[in-house]
């Protein structure tokens, strides 16, 4: 199966990082305040950032270095040529 790692641009302003499979059905979720508590307090506004080709397995491991990431970091990462979004 084919892992996704992205990162959601939120209403307040911070960075949300999480995997799935089918983004489309994930931002649907995280629209409606299912899934995630993180979208409980706020709204995701865009996906900034997103990368393909992952097990699950590697998908986590790429998750977690990304959720350890400083803020600077992660938008130099979003900023990165490999970013498929814009």
Same mark, same amino acid.
């Given at each position: 199966?084919?892992?996704?790692?992205?990162?959601?641009?939120?209403?307040?302003?911070?960075?949300?990082?999480?995997?799935?499979?089918? *983004? +489309?059905?994930?931002?649907?979720?995280?629209?409606?305040?299912?899934?995630?508590?993180?979208?409980?307090?706020?709204?995701? *506004?865009?996906?900034?950032?997103?990368?393909?080709?992952?097990?699950?397995?590697?998908?986590?491991?790429? +998750? *977690?270095?990304?959720?350890?990431?400083?803020?600077? +970091? =992660?938008? *130099?990462?979003?900023?990165? +040529?490999?970013? =498929?979004?814009?």
């Amino acid at each position: 199966m084919n892992w996704q790692v992205y990162i959601i641009l939120c209403s307040d302003n911070s960075l949300y990082t999480g995997i799935t499979t089918d *983004l +489309e059905r994930r931002l649907q979720q995280h629209a409606k305040g299912k899934g995630a508590k993180y979208f409980r307090g706020r709204n995701p *506004l865009k996906v900034v950032f997103l990368e393909s080709g992952y097990t699950r397995s590697t998908a986590c491991q790429r +998750e *977690l270095i990304i959720k350890a990431m400083t803020r600077g +970091e =992660k938008y *130099l990462l979003i900023a990165s +040529e490999g970013n =498929k979004i814009r």
